[in-house]
T-cell receptor, first 113, second 113 residues
Framework: NAGVTQTPKFRVLKTGQSMTLLCAQDMNHEYMYWYRQDPGMGLRLIHY???????AKGEVPDGYNVSRLKKQNFLLGLESAAPSQTSVYFC????????????FGNGTRLTVT | AQSVTQPDIHITVSEGASLELRCNYSYGATPYLFWYVQSPGQGLQLLLKYFSGDTLVQGIKGFEAEFKRSQSSFNLRKPSVHWSDAAEYFCAVGVSGNTPLVFGKGTRLSVIA
């Protein structure tokens, strides 16, 4: 039982490049989330999904897009990376609703130069 | 909108000493309350949660937290800290089924011999 798996673990991008972060969960959870973590800022919600085919904006959605084509996967895309998007990105999932306990992946450290 | 405050950015305690990490929230009704722990290089792990009922809740790793409605607080405690407890701790609050959890900015715990 892997839980929540994030791919890749590390990535370096140049400004303007694009990339997709993949999150996969094997717990059959309906709800999935993407957060970014920056020093002194805690976790800030980027986008979330309440089920397959749905997405919604969180606190800091600008510059990111997401897709939930399959229930087990939640993709986070950066179309044109900027240095301000240098961060650690965490995916999470939950079973029973938006206020249910979250299960987190181990994060992706992204550096944009 | 609800907010979560963790007043202490960094706390240092001696091994074997007691610990209390503070969390305050702003919301009129009784929220859903959580504490998560993040070890270096890892994702967040749920320590404990409060939904209703007994205001003193027990969690994993010997932690407990007490919900005090009058103070809008949900402080985390441990009677005797171990070196392995050094980590970052996040309080999170959920207030309705329609919005995701809101996280505090975290408290970093250092443990000294």
């Amino acid at each position: 039982n892997a839980g929540v798996t994030q791919t890749p673990k590390f990535r370096v991008l140049k400004t303007g490049q694009s990339m997709t972060l993949l999150c996969a969960q094997d717990m059959n959870h309906e709800y999935m989330y993407w957060y970014r973590q920056d020093p002194g800022m805690g976790l800030r919600l980027i986008h979330y999904s309440v089920g397959e085919g749905t997405t919604a904006k969180g606190e800091v959605p600008d510059g990111y897009n997401v897709s939930r084509l399959k229930k087990q996967n939640f993709l986070l895309g950066l179309e044109s990376a900027a240095p301000s998007q240098t961060s650690v990105y965490f995916c999470a999932s939950s079973e029973g609703g938006l206020n249910s306990p979250l299960h987190f992946g181990n994060g992706t450290r992204l550096t944009v130069t | 909108a609800q907010s979560v405050t963790q007043p202490d950015i960094h706390i240092t305690v001696s091994e074997g000493a007691s610990l209390e990490l503070r969390c305050n929230y702003s919301y009129g009704a009784t929220p859903y309350l959580f504490w998560y722990v993040q070890s270096p290089g890892q994702g967040l792990q749920l320590l404990l949660k409060y939904f209703s009922g007994d205001t003193l809740v027990q969690g994993i790793k010997g932690f407990e937290a007490e919900f005090k409605r009058s103070q809008s607080s949900f402080n985390l405690r441990k009677p005797s800290v171990h070196w392995s407890d050094a980590a970052e701790y996040f309080c999170a609050v959920g207030v309705s089924g329609n919005t995701p959890l809101v996280f505090g900015k975290g408290t970093r715990l250092s443990v000294i011999a």
